[in-house]
Structures are given as C-alpha cells and as structure tokens.
Nanobody
C-alpha cells in the first residue's frame, strides 16, 4: 500500500501563490503515477492534474491549464502542486491520489487517496 499525506494548504489572498505537497510512504513512490484532485463545497471532486512515474509526462484539466503545475521528486517521495494567481473559486479541499499506471481524470481508477488539505482563497 501507499500512504499519502497532503500539506501546504491554508487561508490565502487572491492573487497569491501556493505550493501543495503530498508525502508518500509505504511502497516505492516512483512506481506510481499520481494525480491531484479538488473538491469545492457542494461540488463533486474534480481532476486537476496528473503525472507519470518519472515525471516526464503531465496532464492537466483543460479548464485549469496555465495556473497549475504538477511535479514530483521521487528521491523525496513527494508530489507537488504549484498554484499561481489564486482565485476565490480555487477554494476547495485538495487531494492527491496514486495508481500504478493511470494519471488521468477518472476518480475510480486511482487506488490510494490522501485525506486532503484545505485551501481557502479570500478576495
């Protein structure tokens, strides 16, 4: 199994930047493709970005391209999500997820999930 713990969330002002982290433990982190999702109050969980085992390939939700950057450091067993120019509509709980091969949009494909970190953006 893989255990995932997100961090880096908080209350921030619109227009600022934030870097979220997802620390992995358990089985070899580098063997897993990873994804970031978010869930706003009253809304369904949505895909933000995904990344391959090595980090050489990334994939973003079309509507979120440009302000979000996913990356990973396999030596540190950590996944990152850089978010720039934050907007109030980015307010959500952000989750990281892991799968052996998949790093796309379908929530049901991911085998492991973290507990999430809250990001609140004030205007």
């Amino acid at each position: 199994q893989v255990q995932l713990v997100e961090s880096g969330g908080g209350l921030v002002q619109a227009g600022t930047s934030l870097r979220l982290s997802c620390a992995a433990s358990g089985r070899t982190f580098s063997s897993y493709a990873m994804g970031w999702f978010r869930q706003a109050p009253g809304k369904e969980r949505e895909f933000v970005a995904g990344i391959s085992w090595t980090g050489s390939t990334t994939y973003y939700a079309e509507s979120l391209k440009g302000r979000f950057t996913i990356s990973r450091d396999n030596a540190k067993n950590t996944l990152y999500l850089q978010v720039n120019s934050l907007k109030p509509e980015d307010t959500a709980v952000y989750y990281c997820a892991a799968d052996r091969n998949y790093y796309g949009e379908r929530i049901s494909e991911y085998d492991y999930w973290g507990q999430g970190t809250q990001v609140t953006v004030s205007s």
